[in-house]
């Protein structure tokens, strides 16, 4: 369908808007202000708004989606601050020194978007290499991280918010080791702090499987394609 310039510029203009909505949602998880991202960076008045990271299943609702990542981030970083008193004495105990020491690093590459020719919502996928630093096992440990993104938007008042975002996890693996050798001897399996709040959605199947030597290259999230409205695609 041909497109007046106008078009074509809004256009333009949609794709640079969601580009800086997921940069700035990783821009505040590196710096733990969780609570800062939900309330600019989400929809709020668009229901089935959901969030899915990994095989354990998916969190829907707005309200539900805060409580998890935001009240669920802050028991994390009570519980790697309590860790990493253990590990270094002269770190107090107060609530400004949660999740010292770590660090959460997920860059954003590839981008593929397509804005729905309604002007109404949006489709991204990213792949996103990374690192952290996080207690694990009794000790601070630096980790690679590879992941994808798959992520739907809504237009609210203007403004694009994350609709649904959905997390895919190629490896997570020791600095000190391949992504090939922690497959074939797993480390100790991360354990969430006590209370942290489950989903209330089962997972989207099928499952994306973390990498394994018995494992083939997967084309998930698939890419999505141009289309007229939501209606007409499908969902991250």
């Known amino acids: 369908m041909a497109r007046s310039l106008e078009e074509k510029i809004q256009r333009a203009l949609d794709y640079q808007e969601i580009q800086n909505v997921m940069s700035r949602h ?13 309330d600019e960076l989400w929809a709020h008045k668009t229901p089935g708004v959901s969030f899915e990271a990994g095989d354990v299943g998916k969190t829907e609702g707005i309200e539900e989606v805060e409580r998890a990542y935001v009240e669920g981030n802050k028991l994390r970083g009570k519980q790697q601050l309590k860790e990493m ?20 690093m997920h860059t954003t590459t590839t981008p593929v978007i397509e804005v729905a020719e309604d002007g109404k919502t949006a489709k991204g996928v990213w792949i996103s290499p990374g690192h952290a630093t996080t207690v694990r096992g009794g000790k601070l440990q630096a980790f690679w991280f ?7 938007f809504v237009k609210e008042d203007g403004k694009w918010k994350i609709w649904h975002l959905r997390v895919y996890t190629d490896f997570m693996t020791p600095y000190e080791k391949s992504w090939v050798e922690n497959a074939i001897s797993p480390s100790p399996p991360h354990e969430e702090a006590p209370g942290f709040p489950k989903p209330n959605r089962p997972p989207t199947l099928p499952a994306y499987k973390e990498y394994s030597p018995f494992t083939k290259p997967q084309y998930e999230p698939r890419p999505p394609e141009p289309y007229k409205t939501f209606s007409e695609t499908f969902r991250y």
């Open 26 to 38: 990783e821009y505040y998880h590196s710096a733990g202000m969780h609570k800062e991202e939900i």
């Open 85 to 104: 008193r253990k590990l270094f004495l002269e770190i107090e105990n107060k609530e400004e020194n949660e999740f010292i020491g770590n660090t959460f």
């Open 146 to 152: 590879w992941e994808r993104y798959g992520v739907d």
